[in-house]
DNA sequence: CAGTATCCTTTCCGATACTG
DNA sequence: CAGTATCGGAAAGGATACTG
């Protein structure tokens, strides 16, 4: 346990420590939508193995971001969901899947959107004053 | 030169791997204020490497994020701006900018933020509705 | 100044087997 | 079902020396 205090230059490079790589901002983006299984989540992320999406579900507790909630029962039951902090980074990641949407429209050029209705309505992407 | 066609389940997931890492988004912030040199961003990122930033910004040129104007002249000078399409990123990364400085606020309580002015004028993390 | 070439370390991640 | 343990490979990143 030796949590070595770090210093950040900037403020990005200390969001990406915690939600940087290649699972955790997908993790985030399944919890959105609500509280979670955790064989939920290993079939609405193809290609996740058991320990990496473990791992990476520890991390996030570990910063606040999200909750793991047990259920003292056999089989085991557990579920995890996001915090209050965590939930401030909806508008992030909502942004990022939207982006990432328009993207693969703009690279394939075909109907490989999924997107869902509630994103047509756009937000103007330059900070609202 | 084997590019493959990959395909991604999310968009999120095709957004992470052109800005993913640990630098590029970095890499972006930096260049939303406008064109820089290379030496200038070697110096705006502690850290990097020249061979790394080197190869973070062939990557985003590839994909038509950045754009890299080389001035011929001796010594060299080599400029890099971020296209029309990288300037839809600016509100993305704008956001996460400031969800980090919050972050470490929140962490270290201090005054270690590096905040400039026109940061002071908290937008609230909500979506804006 | 900008970039390349090597080599090396570290980190991340996948496969698989196993436990309560 | 949820999680741990171990092994091994691939990829990302860092140190350093060198070039036009």
């Known amino acids: 346990m030796e949590q ?20 955790r901002i997908l993790i985030l983006h399944q919890l959105i939508t609500g509280k979670k299984r955790t064989s939920e989540l290993r079939r609405a992320i193809p290609g996740i193995t058991q320990k990496v999406l473990t791992q ?49 429209d703009r690279v394939y050029g075909d109907k490989n959107k999924v997107l869902e209705n509630h994103f047509s309505e756009y937000i103007p992407l330059s900070t609202p004053n």
Chains 1, 2 share one sequence.
């Open 56 to 104: 990476q579900l520890r991390d996030l507790e570990k910063n606040e971001i999200i909750h793991r909630i047990i259920h003292p029962q056999i089989p085991p039951k557990v579920e995890y969901e996001l915090t209050e902090y965590g939930l401030t980074l909806q508008a992030i990641i909502d942004r990022i899947c939207l982006w990432g949407e328009n993207h693969l």
């Open 4 to 23: 070595e205090l770090k210093r950040y230059e900037s403020g990005v490079q200390a969001m990406l420590e915690l939600v940087g790589g290649k699972w």
